[in-house]
């Protein structure tokens, strides 16, 4: 079974530092690795995504993650916070043969200070 | 591209009444409707896969004459909540997923929050 394992369930950062929100996941089978992120009372929308190509994603709003299979990870980064990135943040894992599914992370608040 | 809306935004019933809550891809055809179910400051779980004219299939431990869904068309699915209970309270969130897509890619609705008295 696949499942996701996101470490720290708050994080804080300042303005303008750098943002790491890990995630490690488990798979039997080569993954698919998403990573979302929700507004208060809004729905996900997509960041990023891993589907086997380049091990080095970019995203919108300047976040990028690396897919490390040696170390089963797929950490997001940011090189400089901003207030607008205080959200919930979800990494998500799918797999071929999985019927689409996505198993989701238990989430990440990021709390951005001034 | 790859919009997905729901109807509606909030809903407030009493106890032992049904709510519908839709789910639409407004720009794309969505073979695969997935409905999940959040709780205050938790993750999502999946309750139920739809594909556009099958029956949904259900996650384990999720009521299926509870929780009806309807994918009739490829542009819309419904969640029904039947004979709600307050312990039904909660964020309902929908995705879509089209031919296009990338692998396992979906595209999520801005979610539905039911409120049951």
């Known amino acids: 079974a696949q499942s996701v394992t996101q470490l720290g369930s708050h994080v804080s950062v300042s303005e303008g530092a750098l943002v790491l929100l890990r995630c490690n996941y488990s798979s039997s089978v080569p993954p698919y690795l998403f990573w979302y992120v929700q507004y208060p009372n809004q729905g996900l929308q997509l960041l990023l995504k891993y589907t086997s190509a380049a091990t080095l994603v970019k995203g919108i709003n300047g976040f990028e993650a690396e897919f490390k299979k040696s170390e089963t990870s797929f950490h997001l980064t940011k090189p400089s916070a901003h207030m607008s990135d205080a959200a919930e943040y979800f990494c998500?894992?799918?797999?071929?043969?999985?019927?689409?599914?996505?198993?989701f992370g238990t989430g990440t608040q990021l709390k951005v200070e001034l | 591209g790859a919009v997905v809306s729901q109807h509606p935004s909030w809903v407030i019933c009493k106890s032992g009444t049904s709510v519908k809550i839709e789910c639409r891809s407004l720009d794309f055809q969505a073979t695969t409707m997935f409905w999940y179910r959040q709780f205050p400051k938790q993750s999502l779980m999946l309750m139920a896969t739809s594909n556009e004219g099958s029956k949904a299939t259900y996650e384990q431990g999720v009521e299926k004459d509870k929780f009806l869904i309807n994918h009739a068309s490829l542009t819309l699915s419904t969640l029904t909540v039947t004979s709600a209970h307050p312990e039904d309270s909660s964020f309902y969130i929908c995705s879509a997923r089209g031919l296009a897509g990338g692998p396992n890619e979906q595209f999520f609705g801005p979610g539905t929050r039911l409120t049951v008295l």
């Open positions: 998500a894992v799918g797999f071929t043969g999985g019927g689409n599914k996505l198993t």
